[in-house]
Nanobody
Framework: QVQLVESGGGLVQGGGSLRLSCAASGRTFSWYTMGWFRQAPGKEREFVAAVSRSGGITNYADSVKGRFTISRDNAKNTVYLQMNNLKPEDTAVYYC?????????????????WGQGTQVTVSS
């Protein structure tokens, strides 16, 4: 089992940047494919980005391509989400998730472990 703790959320103006971090503890971090999801008020949780075990393969939702970058540091047991050119529609609770598989997927039910979430609010 792995425990996930997100940090780095906050309030930012449109066009600004934030970097989210997700620290993992428990089982060997490098065994897990990692993902970021988000849930806006009144909406279902949606996929944002995912990264393979080694960091060599990434996948992004169309809505964030070119603006967000997912990366990981297996030595630090941490996955990151760099978010640039933020828009008000990026406002949501962002969740880190782990999947005990080498296959990178974008479906919520493909992930076994979840963090508690961190709030990102983008003002216009």
């Amino acid at each position: 089992q792995v425990q996930l703790v997100e940090s780095g959320g906050g309030l930012v103006q449109g066009g600004g940047s934030l970097r989210l971090s997700c620290a993992a503890s428990g089982r060997t971090f490098s065994w897990y494919t990692m993902g970021w999801f988000r849930q806006a008020p009144g909406k279902e949780r949606e996929f944002v980005a995912a990264v393979s075990r080694s960091g060599g393969i990434t996948n992004y939702a169309d809505s964030v391509k070119g603006r967000f970058t997912i990366s990981r540091d297996n030595a630090k047991n941490t996955v990151y989400l760099q978010m640039n050119n933020l828009k008000p529609e990026d406002t949501a609770v962002y969740y880190c998730a782990a999947r005990n598989s080498l296959v990178v997927v974008s479906t919520e039910d493909g992930y076994n472990y979840w963090g508690q979430g961190t709030q990102v609010t983008v003002s216009s």
